[in-house]
């Protein structure tokens, strides 16, 4: 068996389950998300669905009806909130590119170079504020708790990032803490809110906090990894980004570290200064992988995944836990 | 009596009275303000800090106190939301001097000059999560209702002054409705909210909702007014700003439609074109009152005044009333 197993090409870990397992609550958070972007001013909702329409892979929406049926939600009781989730991270993408100036987003144009940075900034402003009339209208004070609570910690998170993006010399922790509280603080918050609308007990809602907490550590770190184009050398459509940005990202910190004085000056010419040449980018990826810190990343990524699943110990072995167990390994194996 | 009393010279409306007896709650706010503006990444309470340090005249809190109080609130269970509202206020402002690119705010250096416009837009959606943790902690969901609602309405308010804000043909009707969401709705959910923490009945909360919208409009009309110098001809001093940003307020839109025909090439070159040379200002500001356009202005906005006062019929003529009659008196002739 052992043999035959290991003749079978290594398979991609996929959600195809899980997604067609949430596929009914899934339905009814688009049909929130497109009736509460509504707006008798156009702009908004123009500008809503350019950016809701691109697509997304809706993970924290569905982390939160997922982790509501995990514990045991028999009705609709987390679709509101899951729409409420997606609103907040909408916002926070809408004012973001603007806040990096970013050209595209989710392969179409960035929302800002249609409507201008004003309106893209106000229609991220409407969004938060309909997210939190959804969670108003599901009545729960815990899960508002939760959602307000982790808007503010990415507010934080992307204001640290914001003063320390260029610095070469930022620590593994503070790259770490960045990314904790802008990206994986609301995929903690989403699951947390889904359980407790699933009417989860304490230790529940704690098992599926600190899932969605490593689920976006472990999400973002491959994220960052695949900006240098992955393990496979096979370069995503946007690879390059964070260097052209200068990002301090963790496979460019590593690999400054590692590759110690004698690169000193490459990195501080296109990242410190961002003076940077076509070929720039070939060679910085070259350290980054020679240095083993595209390896190392993706390590670690796969660390965090592993504690995901970990958390799930609490709950019993159901379709809905492999769902979020699938899910823990697809976001450190994605290629896109 | 009569004849005395007309020889007293006009005295001007004061508010000294209504603020000397919400001292001891507006301290109180003042400290919940302080307190959580702070955040262990530096740039957010140094940039709160500025905004809030440069005072301006927190009237949205000390109207949510005051509606409070007169609802007969013995405890502190308004601070709190009164704080909310004005982070509320605040971040609007943040966003606001980022999409109008003002230079000024409050008298001081429009924060995005100094941190840079994603700062000031960062620091805003902090400020705005703030808020709502802060309504959390008082355990109210209608006071949250509230304010959702308010936020969501301002964003849309500032969206439709966004798209129309240049259009020398906008009506009265959506000039109002402008002004009645971007400024107005703050107002009301303000003594709303202040209602509801005090324990108000349904009446008495829906009329601290009228004084609140009533109020909020008369305040902006007199804003817009202020700005073509007032009737005194004593000009403030950043009078002449919305002009110079061919902002389409009602002293500019009633004297565009009175002056007809005959400067129609004006309006269009130094409004619609914005090619304005110094002169400009003093002519549209002589166009303006010669065409009874601020004049008409403050009437409109004295009469909104009378209704806020009008609203406050169904509470006893005690001390906490007299305040809010003497803020509507003030709004409308304020100097500065």
């Excluded at 690169?263 to 910085?284: M, N």
């Amino acid at each position: 068996m052992d043999v035959v197993k290991a003749a079978i090409p290594h398979r991609q870990p996929s959600i195809d389950r899980l997604v067609e397992l949430a596929s009914s609550d899934m339905s009814g958070v688009d049909a929130i998300i497109r009736g509460r972007m509504q707006s008798p001013v156009s702009v908004i909702p123009a500008l809503a669905d350019h950016i809701i329409d691109a697509g997304g892979k809706r993970l924290r929406p569905l982390l939160a009806v997922v982790a509501a049926r995990l514990a045991g939600a028999r009705g609709d009781s987390s679709l509101k909130l899951a729409a409420a989730v997606e609103f907040i991270h909408t916002a926070t993408l809408l004012h973001d590119d603007v806040v990096d100036g970013s050209r595209l987003r989710r392969g179409k144009v960035a929302a800002h170079l249609i409507w201008g940075a004003p309106s893209s900034v106000l229609v991220g402003d409407f969004l938060f504020a309909r997210a939190f009339e959804l969670m108003v209208e599901t009545g729960s004070m815990r899960a508002m708790d939760i959602l307000a609570r982790a808007s503010r910690v990415i507010a934080e998170g992307e204001v640290l990032q914001l003063t320390r993006a260029h610095d070469l010399g930022l620590s593994q922790a503070t790259y770490l803490e960045i990314i904790s509280a802008k990206t994986a603080e609301l995929f903690a918050a989403a699951a947390e809110a889904g359980a407790v609308a699933g009417g989860a007990s304490a230790a529940q809602c704690a098992a599926l906090r600190a899932y969605g907490l490593n689920l976006g550590l472990a999400f973002q770190l491959a994220d960052d990894a695949l900006d240098y184009g992955g393990v496979t050398e096979t370069l995503g459509k946007n690879a390059g980004d964070d260097f052209r940005e200068g990002k301090a990202t963790l496979p460019l910190l590593l690999a400054i570290a590692r590759t110690g004085p004698r690169e000193v000056d490459f990195w501080e010419r296109a990242i410190g200064r961002k003076e940077q040449t076509d070929a720039d980018f070939r060679r910085a990826r070259e350290l980054i992988v020679g240095a083993g810190a595209l390896e190392a990343t993706l390590d670690l990524a796969a660390e965090y995944a592993e504690n995901a699943k970990a958390a799930l110990a609490v709950f019993p072995g159901n379709e809905w836990r492999h769902g979020l167990e699938s899910l823990a390994d697809f976001s450190v194996s994605r290629r896109a």
